[in-house]
């Protein structure tokens, strides 16, 4: 016997053996089960699989990746902090040369504020970037290494 | 170092904390990429590649969650990318493309007929098979991985599941009369 609800019924049938409530009562299921042999064949078949795989256990890996990892992150990383700098100091590039050409307009008083601002534009920047201007590199690197 | 405290420290730019991430869950994943993947090569690759995209999404993690689910959805986009650029190889060792652990309960010839079935599968049915029934995820975490509804979880499980009967029968009628037993 095979009609349009074989399919719905295993279904509901093998969610039931995984724990999970399906969508149909277990007495539907049961009575169809009952009436259709064809049913009861798969569902035994699927069921015999699923114990056979439940039986099973993810092969285990021991990789390291690590050392492979590593060197790519310190790439990212330093790829991702010379696009942010470059997205901070063209802008400031640019707001300076702007401010320099406005300097040249004869007969100005510029209010001291003014004057400040492109030394408080550059501080912003390196504050932003969490950069410290004044720090010297003085790791050695040996020729081979 | 739990993985809330690594993530902390990785965000304000330490490094070497995302180590503790890599070493904790590189088996599990190297694991479950190969069991989308079927090749041991193009798993690990698909996990190196996921840990970057890990790395750089780290600040958009939310630290009340678990890592490892959020990962693997991370690792999972990896491998399906993958598996849509590459061609199948030519040459794959046993080794390479082992998805079970060998075990001395079930005989060999079953294992390995099972295995062959498993990798003829395509990945979608060979994920959801193996995330059910090799980590015994249930219905619900299921749904949480794929990021599908339950009931999907349910029809695409029932589906992966005739289809692989199906293989394992073509391959082998008499040998499967075993696994009903």
């Known amino acids: 016997m095979k009609n349009i609800g074989c399919e719905t019924v295993l279904m509901a ?32 078949a699927l069921g015999g699989l699923a114990k056979l795989l439940d039986a099973q256990k993810r092969r285990q890996s021991h990789e390291e990746l690590w050392r492979a990892i590593e060197p ?70 040996l020729e081979g290494e | 170092m739990d993985d809330a405290t690594a993530i902390r420290a990785c965000r304000a730019g330490d490094r070497q904390a995302f180590r503790h991430l890599v070493e904790a869950y590189q088996g599990q994943a190297i694991g479950h990429a190969l069991g989308i993947l079927g090749n041991r090569e193009d798993a690990r690759d698909a996990v190196q590649d996921a840990l970057m995209d890990a790395f750089q999404a780290l600040n958009r993690f939310d630290l009340s969650r678990k890592f490892y689910p959020w990962f693997y959805v991370i690792l999972r986009n990896r491998c399906y990318k993958l598996a849509g650029a590459r061609t199948k190889r030519e040459t794959e060792s046993i080794e390479d493309t082992q998805i079970l652990e060998p075990s001395t309960s079930a005989p060999r010839e079953e294992l390995l007929l099972l295995e062959r079935a ?48 199906a293989r394992v029968t073509r391959t082998s009628s008499k040998t499967y009369e075993g696994f009903k037993q």
């Open chain 2, 118 to 165: 498993l990798l003829e599968l395509d990945a979608e049915d060979r994920e959801i098979i193996t995330l059910k029934h090799l980590d015994g995820l249930s219905y619900e975490e299921l749904a949480e991985r794929l990021q599908i509804p339950e009931g999907t979880v349910m029809s695409r499980l029932f589906h992966a599941r005739k289809r692989l009967h």
């Open chain 1, 13 to 44: 049938a093998m969610a039931a053996a995984d724990g999970h409530p399906g969508k149909m009562e277990t007495a539907q299921v049961e009575a169809h089960l009952a009436m259709c042999g064809d049913c009861r064949g798969e569902l035994e």
């Open chain 1, 72 to 141: 790519r992150l310190v790439d990212q990383t330093e790829r991702h902090s010379a696009d942010r700098s470059l997205k901070v100091w063209i802008p400031v590039g640019l707001i300076l040369f702007a401010y320099k050409l406005f300097e040249q307009i004869p007969d100005r008083q510029l209010a001291l504020a003014y004057k400040l601002l492109p030394i408080l534009l550059v501080t912003a920047g390196f504050v932003y970037l969490r950069q410290n201007p004044f720090k010297i590199k003085t790791e050695l690197k």
